[in-house]
């Protein structure tokens, strides 16, 4: 199917914008108008948001983000018309999305510093007043950028499963890109958040014998165990474990943990710093740690932009570094979508008009995720 | 010539044995016969030795080695006798040899990073009843152990530029393996010691179109040009190179400098510390930054034996082409070992040489 042009336009939506921690009221529900897609644009319904910390950071003051603006950045969501002929894109495609966009043609993405686009933008993090407003999940619809890379979402993948797709389980797709494949390879895992678990699993899918986890949720254990991973509450294995480590993953964002992981790792090991993405991360290490173990550190962030294999969109020619990372994590997550309790990770979906309430308990961490159903006239699989 | 005992005839050699800071006399002089070859050792004479800055350290108290042993890692040597038969080594072959005596055979060895072997012997920080206790350079003679790779030094490779090829020139090796080719690739050497200058040369060989090399020894900045670098001190060139620098390598030891490389740094870059190998080494960074800039720091200690090839290749190929001779300083007799520990501290030399005594 090529054009959709199947709504007939006056169209509007709801999306609750942020106003910043100051303001009188933190959240406004707003109904707006959907403007008519531009070419490459594609107007979709949110099935389901979740909830990434990176906005309850947002919320409590920890990360400051332009206002009044959008937030949530994690949704599966569904086509209702596009602007994409050379696609085979369809009315009612399930898909996710790509958080990055940046315009592939300026001086800076030409150069490979896509960060610095002159055009740079991420669904969750603009202002209001860029482009369509459209731009963060919590909202009925977003209107996704021509220069966005897309996937479909497989039908054996759950719509619970699927949203935080492309902030959480890219940004570990993104992370595995730079860890070897080794005979009997053991791994620790510091963090039972999403990022955690998700690292887990695809460390054992890679091969990986052993691989612990660690984390302050003992109420976690039985997740974590259920990723693939080694439940470690405990020093004692923190002590027998010196210098075998062959991976140590930061996904916490907690500098603290930084010692432990440059104790265990093996001569000629990797460290892949994931999490600490915020000023309070002062690290404790002397630079002899690092030489006298040979060892390497690697900072990784999602929608890591760097110039290797740029991937050329279908449409309209333009690059989008780093989408492969959404590919592989569509495809991560079908292959292995029985395997593990993704679903059972989940917490409890909230209306938009409860998005406040949702907050507080994702502040909690209870859950994985908390989860936010814009469209409730939808019914999430 | 070599001297031999007169009652057993075996043949002597002369060490000098490091007691310690703390001891009366910090370095004596022992003459004692060299024992008979094991399978796969090789007998040689020391040609020249070079004092590396980290022995400097021990001497100073910076660094800890095990006492009593024979410090100094940097020589060119010379066969006198060995036990390789499968070698092509002859008695007068002049050598360079692996800092490290591995296995070959454990984890480590087995992935190439034989610096970290399980079983891990360096010359020059071996105690002295370890083996033959001939383990440093600051003596007559080497027993090179059979785990130990040794490379013949070519004709056009003066003693001066080879002795410090075995530490200096390998660890340099060894880092560039981590370096990627890249176009119009702009780098930064913090450090204009020897390490720093060697580093300079290899990017640019590499391909590199910019190298700034940055030093607290101003009288190098000469140097720094003729190994192809651009001398830096000036924060203003440093102000400009924000986010624009694909490789930073630290060499210099100090800790100070790593914020300044990471400000340096491209998003995508690699750092490379070389240097830091004492415990005066505290980083005051977040991983904020490395993770922001999506950066790589990878530390390297020491080489394996394949960046000892790299080595000799390397300074075979560019002998002419770098003033390496020329950033050598004077030349001691054993004997004055304490008075060359003192020249080298003041740093004016990338290099101080030592020769023994007896030949």
Do not use: W
């Not at chain 1, 963090?191 to 998700?198: A, Q």
């Not at chain 2, 399978?39 to 009593?68: F, N």
């Not at chain 2, 480590?108 to 206790?133: E, I, R, V």
């Amino acid at each position: 199917m090529a054009h959709a042009h199947q709504i007939t336009y006056p169209i509007s939506g709801v999306r609750t914008v942020f106003n910043g921690l100051n303001s009188e009221t933190m959240f406004v529900a707003q109904t707006a108008s959907l403007p008519e897609l531009a070419l490459g644009e594609i107007l979709v319904k949110v099935r389901l948001a979740s909830i990434c910390m990176s906005d309850v950071h947002t919320i409590t003051g920890q990360r400051i983000e332009p206002t009044p603006s959008v937030l949530g950045h994690e949704a599966v969501v569904e086509v209702v018309s596009h602007r994409r002929p050379e696609s085979d894109l369809a009315v009612g495609d399930r898909l996710t999305f790509s958080i990055a966009d940046s315009c592939g043609q300026c001086e800076f993405c030409l150069a490979g510093f896509n960060q610095k686009c002159v055009q740079l933008f991420k669904y969750g993090h603009a202002k209001l007043s860029d482009g369509s407003g459209y731009n963060g999940c919590y909202a009925t619809h977003i209107i996704i950028r021509r220069g966005t890379h897309v996937v479909k979402v497989p039908q054996t993948i759950s719509d619970r499963c699927a949203a935080p797709i492309n902030c959480a389980l890219a940004t570990t797709m993104c992370a595995m890109e730079y860890v070897p494949k080794i005979k009997n390879g053991r791994a620790f895992v510091q963090g039972d958040g999403m990022l955690g678990l998700y690292t887990c699993a695809a460390l054992r899918e890679y091969g990986y014998e052993i691989v612990y986890c660690s984390g302050t949720r003992l109420q976690r254990s039985p997740f974590i165990d259920r990723f693939g991973a080694i439940p470690l509450y405990n020093d004692e294995i923190l002590a027998e474990e010196m210098n075998k480590i062959d991976v140590v993953v930061e996904v916490c964002g907690v500098p603290n943990v930084v010692n432990d992981g440059i104790r265990m790792l093996k001569p000629g090991g990797l460290y892949l710093f994931v999490g600490m993405v915020h000023p309070n991360s002062k690290l404790d290490i002397t630079g002899e740690q690092i030489i006298r173990k040979c060892l390497m550190i690697k900072g990784t962030r999602s929608n890591n932009f760097n110039n290797k294999m740029p991937h050329i969109s279908f449409h309209l020619g333009i690059h989008n570094y780093a989408s492969r990372h959404l590919d592989q994590a569509v495809q991560f997550l079908e292959k292995t979508i029985n395997k593990y309790p993704y679903e059972e990770l989940m917490g409890p979906t909230y209306n938009l008009s409860a998005l406040s309430d949702a907050m507080k308990i994702a502040i909690d961490k209870k859950h994985g995720r908390i989860l936010v159903n814009p469209n409730t006239s939808i019914e999430s699989n | 010539m070599t001297c031999c005992d007169q009652y057993t005839g075996l043949m002597l050699g002369e060490r000098i044995v490091f007691n310690g800071l703390n001891s009366e006399e910090m370095f004596s002089s022992e003459i004692t016969p060299l024992p008979e070859l094991a399978p796969g050792e090789i007998l040689v004479k020391v040609r020249l030795a070079s004092i590396c800055m980290s022995d400097v350290h021990t001497v100073k108290g910076q660094r800890i080695e095990p006492t009593p042993s024979v410090l100094g890692h940097e020589a060119v040597v010379e066969v006198i006798a060995h036990r390789r038969p499968e070698s092509d080594l002859i008695k007068g072959d002049r050598l360079t040899f692996s800092i490290a005596d591995s296995c070959n055979k454990c984890e480590f060895c087995l992935k190439g990073l034989q610096q970290k072997c399980t079983k891990l012997f360096k010359y020059g920080h071996a105690k002295l009843s370890d083996g033959s206790g001939f383990n440093g350079c600051y003596a007559s003679h080497i027993i090179i152990r059979h785990g130990t790779h040794v490379v013949k030094i070519p004709g056009t490779i003066s003693d001066r530029c080879a002795a410090p090829i075995n530490c200096s020139l390998g660890t340099t090796m060894c880092a560039m393996e981590f370096v990627p080719k890249i176009k119009n690739g702009r780098a930064f050497v913090q450090g204009d010691g020897i390490l720093g200058l060697y580093t300079s040369a290899a990017l640019l060989e590499l391909g590199y179109d910019t190298v700034y090399c940055s030093g607290t020894h101003t009288q190098r900045s000469e140097f720094i040009a003729r190994f192809g670098a651009i001398p830096l001190y000036n924060d203003e060139i440093i102000a400009e190179e924000t986010n624009k620098i694909d490789v930073v390598v630290e060499a210099c030891g100090v800790s100070a400098v790593i914020n300044d490389g990471l400000k340096l740094l491209k998003p995508g870059g690699l750092y490379l510390f070389l240097g830091m190998v004492h415990p005066h080494s505290q980083l005051n960074i977040t991983g904020e930054q490395i993770i922001r800039k999506c950066l790589t720091i990878k530390g390297v200690h020491n080489y394996a034996p394949r960046h000892l090839d790299q080595a000799v290749d390397f300074l075979l190929k560019t002998i002419d082409k770098y003033p390496y001779e020329e950033v050598m300083g004077p030349t001691y007799n054993l004997s004055d070992l304490p008075i060359a520990m003192k020249v080298s501290m003041e740093k004016i030399y990338a290099r101080v040489l030592v020769k023994p005594n007896m030949t």
